[in-house]
């Protein structure tokens, strides 16, 4: 433990030290990578936690971007209103969602999340006069202390950090350990007393919210937000992020957004065959990784004190 939060210590500390550099590239770079860190952290408490494979986990990231926007500048309200008002709204909307979604099981579950993130998306691309459709809500209102690399940097390294904070009390407390359960043994769990659709509900809900505020950091990030946030596709990539960092882990999902997102940014610019690489990429880390980046480096960790 006292290691791990030595670890912690100096990676917050690299962090801070990163707009010394003097890089607007690298600052953008790892202000996205901050932002989507987040929103893998929010899925894997479904997945690596709750064992819940959502295909439409992409839609509160979406909710919050274009709540946040809409707040913003179409409404014209002050940030530290409209910020934490885009996320209640994604929390209340994937409480609505997820009531429904918990009461089906499995393969059944997943398709109903892909529904409902479909539904988001065809909202945004079909209400043009709120969302701007396919061609996106371009020029949200920044505020000025926050319409500066470094400062949006810093605000939004406070801004995950606290997020990704809470998650870890989450899932260390009780309440982690019993959404564990109904992972391990749905049956078992309901058996001893547990309401696992409660349970399920809770955690639903919060990886929403904490997708919202993601979505809403992203939005405050690009200045601009579009539909392609809600697509399925995003759904996908940030599933990609969590099993390639190792859902078994609770860093592995940031350092599988980290890996993917500076790939993504790197082979762009010698290949425009991208999805052929991360292909490839996917199918070594499953036959050589199974666990993941996090799994085989705690694998190597253990096998190098032994």
């Avoid at 990609?240 to 790939?263: N, Q, R, T, Y």
Wanted: aromatic share 14%.
């Amino acid at each position: 433990m006292n290691k791990s939060i030595t670890g912690a210590a100096l990676l917050v500390l690299l962090l801070a030290l990163v707009p010394l550099a003097g890089s607007r590239y690298l600052i953008y770079l790892v202000i996205e990578i901050q932002i989507f860190a987040l929103f893998a952290l929010s899925f894997n408490l479904l997945l690596g936690y709750g064992g819940l494979i959502s295909f439409g986990h992409a839609a509160w990231f979406s909710i919050g971007a274009y709540a946040s926007a809409i707040l913003l500048t179409t409404l014209g309200w002050p940030f530290l209103l409209a910020f934490p008002a885009a996320v209640a709204v994604t929390a209340l909307a994937a409480a609505l969602v997820g009531y429904f979604c918990v009461k089906l099981t499995e393969i059944y579950f997943s398709m109903l999340t892909l529904a409902f993130g479909q539904l988001v998306w065809a909202i945004a691309f079909k209400w043009v006069s709120v969302t701007g459709g396919d061609t996106g809500f371009i020029g949200v209102a920044v505020p000025e202390f926050l319409d500066s690399p470094v400062r949006f940097f810093y605000f939004s390294l406070c801004v995950v950090l606290l997020c990704a904070s809470v998650l870890w009390v989450i899932v260390r407390s009780a309440y982690g350990m019993t959404l564990v359960a109904t992972r391990e043994n749905r049956n078992r769990a309901e058996f001893i007393g547990v309401n696992v659709r409660r349970v399920q509900l809770v955690a639903f809900t919060l990886a929403g919210t904490f997708a919202g505020v993601a979505g809403a950091l992203f939005t405050v990030f690009n200045h601009s937000v579009f539909v392609e946030t809600a697509w399925w596709s995003t759904s996908a990539e940030v599933m990609i992020m969590s099993i390639l960092g190792g859902v078994g882990s609770f860093v592995g999902p940031v350092i599988g957004a980290a890996v993917l997102i500076f790939l993504d940014r790197t082979v762009t610019e010698y290949t425009q065959y991208w999805p052929s690489v991360m292909g490839v990429i996917l199918l070594a880390v499953l036959f050589f990784m199974p666990t993941g980046i996090a799994g085989f480096l705690n694998r190597r960790r253990g096998g190098t004190r032994r």
